[in-house]
């Protein structure tokens, strides 16, 4: 089974490319099942169908659904929601605002994703396409459901244990109502089934993320950003698209400035994305909606072979390493990055004003936007380890580094000063 997830800033094509994508895995045989986790649905125009949020059949091999965000909360977040609802208005909280509240910030996000385990699960798919807009916050949630906990548990500052024992006593000193025993089964089992999706999100050999661009600058920051954090939280990213991009043969000189800009830009993508593969759409003369377009627009983007396996088949994993890895080591934090075949003795570290880091190895050029974690450390160095250029950050201001170690023979070490250049 494979789960294909397309991420990207609103409107720049996620839905139409999902689509796209599901309609040409369906064409390959595969049973494939399309889901919109994005609370702005679109995924029922795109196709030019009604779907709702029970899954819909919608042509040979091909099902869709849009998640019910109302419905999806109440299964994994009910109880509590209903307890927090019911300890809120006993505060004093008006009803309305009380249920407001009491869907806290992330939650909707994360249990529309859950619907992901759930598909899986049901074993009925060969294939998952998810339409999604997961924001940084709730990558974070999943991926480290040991966060979660750590939130509850700050909300919720007795415990099962704790409560039994108590239970007696705070019901004769307070009116205040109580969690009862479900509620702590219900919050086990929602970090749970968070575990298991982040499990099948981050297993390369099942998931692969992808994400669709447009050719313009803040909508590149804004990807560069998400490509960022998939890479921190562990998550496989395997190609990017660059949807509406101007066709060459457009000669209306009203576009030339665009098609110039485009073009700009779309360097600037290669050098964010290296080194995962770049599919270009264009833009096509209409909106892309109905299934002879999405097939036209998966002809664009994988290549019209219709073969299993082959090139156009968008379940391959188009690139298999990490393209971006951060860890710890000897006192640093290492920021590590493939590098292409390029002259190894020139690399030019230099930080902008966007916390990005930009690496230049002669005429290479690698832009990098560092996660916050990171761009406040400063940088003590480079090592080249085998493929890949590994970036040293001091983990903690006052943290002693040797510089002995800094120029071992073993590595090639390259020392800037790069505090002084950040704006
Ligand atoms: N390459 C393209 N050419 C023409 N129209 C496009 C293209 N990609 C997307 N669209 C149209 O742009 C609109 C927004 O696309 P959509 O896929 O819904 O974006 P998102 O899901 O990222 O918000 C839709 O009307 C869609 O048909
Ligand atoms: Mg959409």
Redo the contacts with the bound molecule.
């Keep these: 089974m494979r789960i294909l997830l397309y991420t990207?800033?609103?409107?720049?094509?996620?839905?139409?490319?999902?689509?796209a994508t599901a309609v040409r895995c369906a064409q390959l045989g595969y049973r494939t099942v399309v889901l919109s986790t994005?609370p702005?649905h679109?995924l029922g125009?795109?196709f030019d169908m009604r779907i709702g949020s029970e899954i819909k059949e919608l042509a040979p091999n091909l099902w869709g659904q849009e998640i019910d965000l109302l419905y999806q909360i109440d299964r994994y977040w009910g109880r509590v929601q209903r307890y927090l609802n019911v300890l809120f208005a006993w505060q004093g909280m008006d009803g309305l605002v009380a249920e407001e509240a009491s869907i806290l910030p992330g939650m909707e996000e994360l249990a529309s994703l859950m619907q992901i385990t759930f598909l899986a699960d049901s074993g009925d798919y060969d294939v998952i396409v998810i339409?999604a807009a997961p924001t940084g916050s709730t990558l974070q949630l999943l991926s480290v459901p040991d966060i979660a906990r750590w939130y509850l548990e700050k909300i919720f500052p007795f415990h099962r244990k704790t409560m039994q024992v108590a239970r007696p006593v705070l019901t004769r000193l307070s009116d205040m109502p109580l969690p009862e025993d479900d509620f702590f089964d219900s919050i086990e089992e929602l970090i749970r089934f968070m575990e298991r999706t982040n499990r099948l999100l981050s297993d390369a050999d099942i998931s692969s993320m992808r994400v669709?661009l447009n050719p313009e600058k803040m909508v590149i920051k804004e990807g560069q950003r998400a490509y960022t954090y998939l890479n921190l939280y562990g998550y496989p990213v395997d190609s990017v698209v660059v949807?509406?991009i101007f066709p060459q043969d457009l000669t209306d000189s009203y576009f030339d400035l665009w098609k110039h800009a485009q073009a700009e830009n779309m360097e600037l993508v290669r050098e964010a994305f290296y080194p995962l593969p770049i599919f270009e759409?264009?833009?096509?003369?209409?909106?892309?909606?109905g299934l002879p377009l999405l097939q036209q627009?998966a002809d664009t983007v994988f290549g019209a072979e219709l073969v299993r396996g082959g090139q156009g088949d968008p379940t391959q994993r188009y690139y298999a390493g990490k393209p971006q890895e951060i860890f710890h080591e000897d006192g640093y934090y290492v920021l590590s990055i493939p590098l292409p075949l390029v002259d190894r003795e020139q690399v030019h570290l230099h930080r902008s004003v966007y916390d990005e880091l930009v690496v230049r190895i002669g005429n290479w050029k690698r832009n990098i936007s560092l996660p916050t974690g990171l761009a406040r450390l400063d940088i003590d160095g480079a090592r080249y380890v085998d493929d890949r250029l590994n970036i040293l950050f001091k983990s903690q201001a006052g943290d002693e580094i040797a510089s002995e170690d800094l120029t071992t023979d073993r590595w090639k070490i390259l020392r800037s000063k790069l505090s002084g250049h950040r704006a």
């Design positions: 990207g800033k609103g409107g720049v094509g996620k839905t139409s490319i999902s689509a994005d702005a679109s125009d795109s339409d669709v949807n509406r759409v264009p833009l096509f003369e209409q909106e892309v909606t627009m």
